[in-house]
């Protein structure tokens, strides 16, 4: 297959590449302008919209494609599928299950704004989501913190827990100092953070390779899908690092020199891909991939966040959960007619 390496591919597979790695600088950098009210809203609406892109990636493109639903690539000139094409007819079927997960997220929200929802704890204080902020919120105090330059270990006490009593936080301060140092000065929680964000982005080059190699159309699919939920990923792993006692500046360019490995998976996925079947592998890792992040990482934090205003922040999951299912839809059926030059 010829055209997996061709020029345009590869300047496809770069550029999307390199712009999605800039997540891990992008949104720490107009993070201190945003009061925290704004940034948990924009945060949470860019949440609810990485999932619907990822699972409706996953279920609608990636695991067809896997199985070969939907097995041509650009090199077959001329063949265009409509989008009432009974070619395409799986396309529906499989948007049915997004549809599910949308419903009984609905069910769930409008449950938790009533006081009902899905719980297994008695005692308030026995709720995860009571005991530990969100990644989001810690993410947003660490920051201001290292703004107004305090100490670090006042930093990472109240990113440990909100309101420690003070024998808890002086142990909590003595953990952090007393921390056994793995690698470059870091302590095993960064240094295990930054090597599963590594392997994490290398996946993602590894599928946004394989898609670009296919088509276009699908490359721009799975490219869409990873840039949506690397902004709060990152952002996530970035708080992490700060928790953990890192700089600013140095927690800053480690998740960035992290985020660039997906040129390696991109410089893997791309040759691979020449090969029907391990295409097809491909996509199915990267489906699997894709289906956790959404459903384990994202999910519960729609379902458990702590803004006040739960009717306002409801309206924003919905918006950008249908935008963001539009938005594969749409690419999904017109995948054939999409051609971009660069």
């Given at each position: 297959?010829?055209?997996?390496?061709t020029?345009?591919?590869?300047?496809?597979?770069?550029?999307?590449?390199?712009?999605?790695?800039?997540?891990?600088?992008?949104?720490v950098?107009?993070?201190?302008?945003l009061?925290?009210?704004?940034?948990?809203?924009?945060?949470?609406?860019?949440m609810?919209l990485?999932?619907?892109?990822?699972?409706g990636?996953?279920?609608?493109?990636?695991?067809?494609q896997?199985?070969?639903?939907?097995?041509?690539?650009?090199?077959?000139?001329?063949?265009?599928?409509?989008?009432?094409?009974?070619?395409?007819?799986?396309?529906?079927?499989?948007?049915?299950?997004?549809?599910?997960?949308?419903?009984?997220f609905?069910?769930?929200?409008?449950?938790?704004?009533?006081?009902?929802?899905?719980?297994?704890?008695?005692?308030?204080?026995?709720?995860?989501?009571?005991?530990?902020?969100?990644?989001?919120?810690?993410?947003?105090?660490?920051?201001?913190?290292?703004?107004?330059?305090?100490?670090?270990?006042?930093t990472?006490?109240?990113?440990?827990?909100?309101?420690?009593?003070n024998?808890?936080?002086?142990?909590?301060?003595?953990?952090?100092?007393?921390?056994?140092?793995?690698?470059?000065?870091?302590?095993?929680?960064?240094?295990?953070?930054?090597?599963?964000?590594g392997?994490?982005?290398?996946?993602?080059?590894?599928?946004?390779?394989?898609?670009?190699?296919?088509?276009?159309?699908?490359?721009?699919?799975?490219?869409?899908?990873?840039?949506?939920?690397?902004?709060?990923?990152?952002?996530?792993?970035?708080?992490?690092?700060?928790?953990?006692?890192?700089?600013?500046?140095?927690?800053?360019?480690?998740?960035?020199?992290?985020?660039?490995?997906?040129?390696?998976?991109?410089?893997?996925g791309?040759?691979?891909?020449?090969?029907?079947?391990?295409?097809?592998?491909?996509?199915?890792?990267?489906?699997?991939?894709?289906?956790?992040?959404?459903?384990?990482?994202?999910?519960?934090?729609?379902?458990?966040?702590e803004?006040?205003?739960?009717?306002?922040?409801?309206?924003?999951?919905?918006?950008?959960?249908?935008?963001?299912?539009?938005?594969?839809?749409?690419?999904a059926l017109?995948?054939?007619?999409?051609?971009?030059?660069?």
């Open positions: 297959m010829a055209f997996c390496l020029p345009v591919v590869w300047g496809y597979g770069v550029l999307a590449v390199f712009i999605i790695s800039l997540c891990a600088i992008a949104g950098a107009f993070l201190p302008c009061s925290t009210d704004v940034y948990l809203k924009v945060l949470q609406t860019m609810a990485a999932v619907a892109t990822l699972v990636d996953a279920v609608v493109h990636l695991i067809p896997a199985v070969g639903l939907h097995a041509h690539d650009a090199t077959a000139a001329g063949v265009t599928h409509d989008p009432g094409s009974e070619d395409l007819a799986y396309i529906w079927k499989c948007l049915v299950v997004v549809v599910a997960i949308y419903a009984f609905i069910f769930e929200s409008v449950m938790q704004m009533f006081g009902g929802g899905h719980s297994h704890s008695v005692d308030p204080e026995d709720d995860p989501t009571k005991r530990k902020r969100a990644s989001s919120m810690r993410l947003k105090e660490a920051v201001e913190g290292s703004f107004k330059n305090r100490s670090p270990s006042t990472n006490l109240e990113l440990a827990d909100g309101n420690l009593p024998g808890d936080a002086t142990d909590e301060r003595d953990h952090v100092h007393h921390q056994r140092k793995v690698c470059c000065g870091m302590g095993s929680l960064p240094f295990m953070i930054l090597i599963g964000d392997l994490h982005n290398l996946g993602d080059g590894l599928a946004i390779g394989a898609a670009f190699a296919t088509s276009i159309g699908a490359g721009l699919s799975t490219s869409i899908a990873v840039f949506c939920h690397e902004l709060p990923h990152e952002l996530g792993d970035f708080a992490v690092l700060l928790s953990a006692g890192l700089s600013f500046r140095k927690a800053l360019a480690l998740n960035f020199l992290s985020a660039l490995m997906a040129f390696i998976g991109l410089c893997i791309i040759p691979l891909a020449a090969n029907a079947e391990a295409r097809e592998w491909i996509f199915a890792l990267a489906a699997g991939m894709f289906l956790y992040v959404a459903l384990v990482d994202m999910f519960p934090e729609l379902i458990h966040h803004n006040k205003n739960r009717f306002t922040i409801f309206l924003l999951h919905n918006l950008g959960l249908l935008v963001g299912a539009g938005i594969i839809l749409v690419i017109y995948e054939d007619s999409i051609n971009i030059s660069i």
